[in-house]
């Protein structure tokens, strides 16, 4: 059975730990590097993403998530995770796991009362999903490798670059389950 691992230092974890199992996979959280070493794939999850990064460094996890993602671990950042994964960050000169090519802008749609909910469109999922945007990022410009899986509103709030996904919304926080479905189809390929 594939292990899906969540890492759970910060953010909204449980709620993809549940969708993970409801869809028949092991769901672990993951706060060590033996937690890293026994998973198949990686959500790095909505929350702070400078919290987040700090605590990468302080449990060691930094280097080693650098690594197996470059080694092809297959990993989906969602809103705070799209900006550790970013490699550069607007108008921030701190970059956490510089390893997707793409330029993000924190808090893209404004602060907590900037949250929306909209039905959109994922390149690769046939039917619009719900998106929830809280305090979201967007992706302001995309490297040559990178394909773009979705916009709102002209702005880009999905995207893949080989073995890494990231979207700026939370399919988390929604019933619908097409996102988790489509990243574990990751897993395969």
Known sequence: MKCIGVLALQGAFREHIDIIKTLGYKGVEVRKIEDLNSVDALILPGGESTAMGKLLVDFNLKEILIQKIR?????????????????????????????????????????????????????????????????????????????????????IVAARENNLLVTSFHPELTDNLEMHRYFIDMLGR
């Open 71 to 155: 080694g092809g671990l297959p990993v989906w950042g969602t809103c705070a995770g799209m900006i550790l994964l970013a490699k550069e960050i607007a108008d921030d000169k701190v970059i956490h796991l510089p390893l997707m090519d793409i330029v993000v802008r924190r808090n893209g749609y404004g602060r907590q009362l900037g949250s929306f909910k909209i039905d959109g469109i994922f390149k690769g999922i046939e039917n619009k999903i719900p998106m929830v945007f809280i305090r979201a990022p967007y992706i302001e410009s995309v490297g040559k490798n990178v394909e773009i899986l979705g916009k709102v509103d002209g702005r």
